[in-house]
T-cell receptor
Framework: KAGVTQTPRYLIKTRGQQVTLSCSPI?????VSWYQQTPGQGLQFLFE???????NKGNFPGRFSGRQFSNSRSEMNVSTLELGDSALYLC????????????FGSGTQLSVL | AQTVTQSQPEMSVQEAETVTLSCTYD???????LFWYKQPPSRQMILVIR??????QNATENRFSVNFQKAAKSFSLKISDSQLGDAAMYFC????????????FGKGTHLIIQP
């Protein structure tokens, strides 16, 4: 069974641009969560999607948004990029919201110049 | 709000020895889960062990076990017979009932295995 797949692995953008990251969950998993990892703030929860609906959101500005498609694949978008958005963005999937076991991908490393 | 604290930024242990990583947490939830995740250089977070707060018995997974002290809000990870492949960042995490607000992570402990 394939694991959680995130694309691209690396991304370089400049301030003011926008970026879209993609995540394909494990087959059969209907929930996708996104986390931001930085050296200073550590790992922080961004949002979770389940059955194409955002279930909850962490403490991030509105520039961070996401969506989930009918096949459970998810995209995360960051608009008007700032230098502080440079981070590793991790996606995690789980079978459903009653299951606490998360499976993570290898992340997308975003660098904002 | 939930908080998770890992007070050891770095730990070192000789191969085949035992090491314990510390974690304390604070939550107002009555129903929650606690986790230890491992993040090797590949960056993928790998679940090491999981503990349900309402279970008294400490979780074990092969060489990995936890010491869960609910009253003290302490959740330490013991790694027995340390192996070179155990070298990684280890993160302690917690979630509330239903995981409504995602996982709250500690800052991590860098584990070094000395051959």
């Amino acid at each position: 069974k394939a694991g959680v797949t995130q694309t691209p692995r690396y991304l370089i953008k400049t301030r003011g641009q926008q970026v879209t990251l993609s995540c394909s969950p494990i087959s059969g998993h209907r929930s996708v969560s996104w986390y931001q990892q930085t050296p200073g703030q550590g790992l922080q929860f961004l949002f979770e999607y389940f059955s194409e609906t955002q279930r909850n959101k962490g403490n991030f500005p509105g520039r961070f948004s996401g969506r989930q498609f009918s096949n459970s694949r998810s995209e995360m978008n960051v608009s008007t990029l700032e230098l502080g958005d440079s981070a590793l963005y991790l996606c995690a999937s789980r079978k459903d919201i009653a299951n606490e076991k998360l499976f993570f991908g290898s992340g997308t490393q975003l660098s904002v110049l | 709000a939930q908080t998770v604290t890992q007070s050891q930024p770095e730990m070192s242990v000789q191969e085949a020895e035992t090491v314990t990583l510390s974690c304390t947490y604070d939550t107002s939830e009555s129903d929650y889960y606690l986790f230890w995740y491992k993040q090797p250089p590949s960056r993928q977070m790998i679940l090491v062990i999981r503990q349900e707060a309402y279970k008294q018995q400490n979780a074990t997974e092969n060489r990995f076990s936890v010491n869960f002290q609910k009253a003290a809000k302490s959740f330490s990870l013991k790694i027995s017979d340390s192996q070179l492949g155990d070298a990684a960042m280890y993160f302690c995490a917690s979630t509330g009932g239903g995981g409504a607000d995602g996982l709250t992570f500690g800052k991590g402990t860098h584990l070094i295995i000395q051959p």
